[in-house]
């Protein structure tokens, strides 16, 4: 079992930046893929940014390519989401999930484990 623990949203200006953060409890972390998954208000939950075990990542390119990276630290059992250049577009709930097959993937079913996500919203 493993549980997720997001945090670092809340409120920006567009073309600021932000950091989330996600910690995630138990002793296989490092075996485990994460990703990153964004829902806006009336939209489908849609992939951002994933990493492998052994930290190669993935992007979903149109939205956040060269704007957002994701990193990994598995001595704190911690993956962050680092987002420059945020726009209104990119207002959602963000949640941290868990893929104990340990291959990033793009895909929602490829998660095993959810956080309960965190507001990221980018207004003036």
């Known amino acids: 079992q493993v549980q997720l623990v997001e945090s670092g949203g809340g409120l920006v200006q567009p073309g600021g930046s932000l950091r989330l953060s996600c910690a995630a409890s138990?002793?296989?972390?490092?075996?485990?893929?994460m990703g990153w998954f964004r829902q806006a208000p009336g939209k489908e939950r849609e992939f951002v940014a994933s990493?492998?075990?052994?930290?190669?990542?993935?992007y979903d390119v149109d939205s956040v390519k060269g704007r957002f990276i994701i990193s990994r630290d598995n001595a704190k059992n911690t993956v962050y989401l680092q987002m420059n250049s945020l726009n209104a577009e990119d207002t959602a709930v963000y949640y941290c999930?868990?893929?104990?097959?340990?291959?990033?993937?793009?895909?929602?079913?490829?998660?095993?484990?959810w956080g309960q996500g965190t507001q990221v919203t980018v207004s003036s």
């Open positions: 138990g002793r296989t972390f490092s075996s485990y893929a």
């Open positions: 990493i492998n075990w052994s930290g190669g990542t993935v």
């Open positions: 999930a868990a893929a104990s097959g340990g291959w990033a993937t793009r895909s929602l079913s490829g998660y095993d484990y």
